[in-house]
């Protein structure tokens, strides 16, 4: 079955610094990745996806990730953050091998932008 | 255009009730998706329908069900609430085949 993790349930950066949020996949063929980001009382908006193209996929608000097969990881950067940032984040996957599109999330990563 | 919308967005219910919520996908989207978010924790996996029919399953006990309408709407049935029926219900709309899924804002259903 597909897993992800997320590792620290929370991570608080400084405004300006550089935001690193870590996701590791469990799949012998490479699945469909994402990651979403959560707003108070809000539903899921989609940052960026990983489709088996470019392994450096660029997303909105000037997040990227990484597909690293070899470590099985797709992390999420911003080089600097800001204080909107501050938001849940799920990375999830979605299996590369047809059927219904069941999507696995992780347990999500909150993270705390510091003035 | 209007993004995936769900009605409810609040709703307050007693152990043993039943309760409807109801999710309108974007519009050209013909699969719905439904999933639980209890609080801390990632969404979980309930249903996914398209054509009008189950197309998968997550764990999740009987007394959940749900329906897809020929407008693609959908609806999610929760029979014989528990305690720990309380969560964000989520649904999440995608054209068939794409692997791209769109989410609503959610209804939040307090069981008391």
């Known amino acids: 079955a597909q897993s992800v993790t997320q590792l620290g349930s929370h991570v608080s950066v400084s405004e300006g610094a550089l935001v690193l949020l870590r996701c590791n996949y469990s799949s012998s063929v490479p699945p469909y990745l994402f990651w979403y980001v959560q707003y108070p009382n809000q539903g899921l908006q989609l940052l960026l996806k990983?489709?088996?193209?470019?392994?450096l996929v660029k997303g909105i608000n000037g997040f990227e990730a990484e597909f690293k097969k070899s470590e099985t990881s797709f992390h999420l950067t911003k080089p600097s953050a800001h204080m909107s940032d501050a938001a849940e984040y799920f990375c999830?996957?979605?299996?590369?091998?047809?059927?219904?599109?069941?999507?696995?999330f992780g347990t999500g990563t909150k993270l705390q932008v510091i003035p | 255009d209007a993004g995936v919308t769900q009605s409810p967005t609040h709703l307050i219910k007693t152990r043993g009730q039943q309760v409807t919520l109801r999710c309108s996908p974007i519009s050209g989207h013909k699969s719905v998706s439904w999933y639980q978010q209890v609080l801390g924790q990632g969404p979980q996996f309930i249903f996914q329908?398209?054509?009008?029919?189950?197309?998968g399953r997550g764990n999740f006990p009987d007394r959940f069900s749900a329906r897809q309408f020929p407008n693609y709407s959908s609806e999610l049935n929760v029979n014989a609430l528990l305690l720990g029926d309380s969560a964000l219900y989520l649904c999440a709309s995608s054209l068939v085949g794409k692997n791209i899924q769109y989410f609503g804002a959610g209804t939040r259903l307090s069981v008391l």
């Open positions: 329908y398209y054509e009008k029919e189950e197309r």
């Open positions: 990983y489709t088996s193209a470019a392994t």
């Open positions: 999830a996957v979605i299996p590369n091998s047809g059927g219904y599109q069941k999507v696995t």
